[in-house]
Nanobody, 124 residues
Framework: QVQLVESGGGLVQAGGSLRLSCAAS????????MGWFRQAPGKEREYVTI????????DYADSVKGRFTISRDNGKNTVYLQMNSLKPEDTAVYYC?????????????????WGQGTQVTVSS
């Protein structure tokens, strides 16, 4: 199985930027479709973005489209989430998740492997 560790969260003012990283270990990283999800207090975990194994397919939730960018470096076993123009409503714990295979699922319950999460707080 694969182990995931997120980093890069923090406190930022509205309009600012953060870059999250998710480092993978344990299995061949390029076997895995990677997703980012987030969960705000009192809310369900929601889909943010996904990137295919080769990086050729990318999708975003409408709420982050045009502001967030996902990328991956299979040589470094890492997936990134560049977040620009942050809004207070982006405040949440952000999780990366891995799915072994070519599919590109958006439902969190389809992902068997998760990181511990990293807190992102956007102040107004």
């Amino acid at each position: 199985q694969v182990q995931l560790v997120e980093s890069g969260g923090g406190l930022v003012q509205a309009g600012g930027s953060l870059r999250l990283s998710c480092a993978a270990s344990g299995r061949t990283f390029s076997w895995y479709t990677m997703g980012w999800f987030r969960q705000a207090p009192g809310k369900e975990r929601e889909y943010v973005t996904i990137i295919s194994r080769s990086g050729t397919y990318i999708d975003y939730a409408d709420s982050v489209k045009g502001r967030f960018t996902i990328s991956r470096d299979n040589g470094k076993n890492t997936v990134y989430l560049q977040m620009n123009s942050l809004k207070p409503e982006d405040t949440a714990v952000y999780y990366c998740a891995a799915y072994q295979g070519a599919a590109t699922p958006r439902q969190s319950n389809e992902y068997p492997y998760w990181g511990q999460g990293t807190q992102v707080t956007v102040s107004s």
